[in-house]
């Protein structure tokens, strides 16, 4: 029975989906050019990319001076004695306070969450690439199982139809036995399409037009990491960066405000003419230097809502470190438990099943037992295989999760 199941297995799974004629189907994909084509589909770099021109130009947008001014001057007195008195001034503000770098600083800061956000993203598309590609694999391990099932059913309706023939069976255990088949003909049809579908929402988020030959690998997964070595590795989670990046900018932009109380300065220089009518003509320089006096805005109340924002940003990131540590717990224990259960229960099927498959098959067709009792004998054991590729899927899913939190995706 077990080589039965595997018959024609690896090639049904490599050229299901592949039209002919596709170079695909000559070199099937493997999990990690799955990753590579569903990261590259989704235009993650470009969108990072985007992502980091817009902080670059927001800082230095912020780090800019202010515009200079230039002013003219033009004043007329009439009476007496005719006075016109013109100026050229160019003005320059200058900021003493340091708030401007500060602002940009921030803004650079913010950038770099940015980034670990765009990281957390790629994690998420990858763990949800492998779960298709370790989906499919599951559903077309189902459906060998359910290819065997129909041979075998098929093969014992065609041994029936030569007893009814005989006059050794009856009609009724003819058709009840048809029914089996057609029944598990229709499992059949329904897994695959299943598989099927999946394999065109692969090819979609891969931005294939025709679904890849996909490289057949075991369901079942590797040793899982240690609780204490996964925990470390979750401290690096993009989520946790990303939340203590925007708490350093927002701490960067309190200070800012803060330094509002320091006045900006402002230079002035340039020109002055006074034409005295019959007196003559005087000409000079001008300087002029200028305080802000911050009386009214000296950044408290924006200063404030940034260190308040702090605070929101602190309980974010204890709030969120005790939910992925929760989902990290959980998923590490059903990779272990799983995996463990898994591989038992596949030990104990392999040393029971051909003993009690010929146990079954020798008492049917020896006319020693009858067609409820074969079909009850051959339906546990089909039950087991389907029970041992959900288990042994259930870890893999298990060890996706677990990688997605960690960040040890395959590459």
């Not at 099937?28 to 470009?46: D, H």
């Not at 079954?360 to 089909?382: M, R, V």
Request: glycine share 6%; hydrophobic share 40%; net charge negative.
């Amino acid at each position: 029975m077990w080589a039965r199941w595997g018959v024609g297995a690896v090639s049904w799974l490599l050229a299901g989906s592949v039209a002919p004629g596709d170079a695909r189907a000559e070199a099937p994909i493997g999990e990690a050019e799955v990753i590579r084509l569903a990261v590259e589909s989704a235009l993650l770099g470009e969108r990072e990319k985007a992502e980091a021109a817009i902080d670059d130009a927001l800082a230095r947008a912020a780090s800019t001076w202010a515009n200079p001014e230039l002013e003219f001057g033009h004043a007329q007195v009439f009476g007496a004695t005719d006075e016109l008195e013109q100026s050229v001034m160019l003005s320059q503000e200058i900021e003493i306070s340091g708030a401007r770098g500060k602002r940009a600083d921030a803004i650079r800061v913010f950038k770099k969450s940015r980034s670990a956000n765009s990281r957390e993203r790629q994690l998420d598309l990858e763990a949800d690439a492998r779960q298709h590609y370790f989906e499919i694999l599951h559903r077309r391990k189902r459906a060998e199982l359910f290819e065997a099932r129909v041979e075998t059913l098929t093969k014992a309706l065609t041994t029936l139809e030569q007893r009814q023939t005989r006059g050794e069976a009856s009609r009724y255990d003819v058709l009840r036995m048809s029914r089996e088949v057609r029944s598990a003909r229709l499992a059949l049809a329904e897994e695959r399409q299943r598989a099927t579908a999946l394999h065109g929402r692969l090819a979609a988020m891969l931005g294939l037009k025709t679904p890849p030959a996909l490289l057949e690998v075991p369901l079942l997964p590797e040793v899982p990491p240690t609780r204490e070595a996964a925990l470390v590795q979750l401290e690096r989670h993009p989520a946790l960066e990303a939340i203590t990046l925007q708490r350093s900018a927002t701490a960067l932009e309190a200070e800012a405000e803060e330094r509002k109380w320091v006045p900006d300065l402002t230079v002035g220089a340039g020109w002055k003419g006074l034409d005295l009518g019959v007196s003559g003509r005087a000409d000079g320089f001008i300087l002029n230097l200028g305080l802000s006096l911050p009386l009214f805005d000296r950044g408290l109340d924006l200063a404030e809502a940034a260190r308040q924002e702090m605070r929101v940003h602190l309980l974010e990131y204890d709030t969120r470190r005790r939910e992925l540590e929760s989902m990290l717990v959980e998923s590490l224990e059903t990779w272990k438990s799983t995996r463990k259960s898994a591989i038992e229960f596949r030990a104990e099927l392999e040393r029971t099943t051909p003993d009690l498959t010929k146990a079954i098959d020798a008492g049917f067709y020896a006319g020693e037992s009858t067609l409820l009792e074969w079909l009850d004998g051959h339906s546990g054991l089909y039950d087991d295989q389907l029970t041992l590729c959900d288990l042994e899927f259930s870890a893999r899913q298990a060890q996706i999760e677990v990688e997605r939190l960690i960040g040890a995706t395959p590459r």
